[in-house]
Nanobody, 121 residues
């Protein structure tokens, strides 16, 4: 199995910054994509940012220009730099990874435990 360990959440004032980290460990053959999702109370989980193995980036419209996703391939770690935070960014942020566990074509999804981000107005 693959484990994802998240860190970096917390309480911050509007306009502030946080950086989330997610380290993947386990028998990973290849990481196809790593990303961040978030879920606010009463809302469905939504994609925040995603980076694929070929370097393609995807961001939710609501965070474009404010959030930056990056990856350290050597450490199997993905980061989410969150700047100019707004109260609307308050949510539990979940790390997600899509991986291949061996040389076959099968892909699997794993999720982190979630880290709370609270932005005060």
């Amino acid at each position: 199995q693959v484990q994802l360990v998240e860190s970096g959440g917390g309480l911050v004032q509007a306009g502030g910054s946080l950086r989330l980290s997610c380290a993947a460990s386990g028998s990973i053959f290849r990481i196809n994509a790593m990303g961040w999702y978030r879920q606010a109370p009463g809302k469905q989980r939504e994609l925040v940012a995603l980076i694929t193995s070929d370097g393609t980036f995807n961001y939710a419209d609501s965070v474009k220009g404010r959030f930056t996703i990056s990856r350290d391939n050597a450490k199997n770690t993905v980061y989410l730099q969150m700047d100019s935070l707004e109260p609307e960014d308050t949510a539990v942020y979940y790390c997600h990874v899509n991986v291949r566990l061996d040389g076959r074509l099968l892909r699997y999804d794993f999720w982190g435990q979630g880290t709370q981000v609270t932005v005060s107005s």
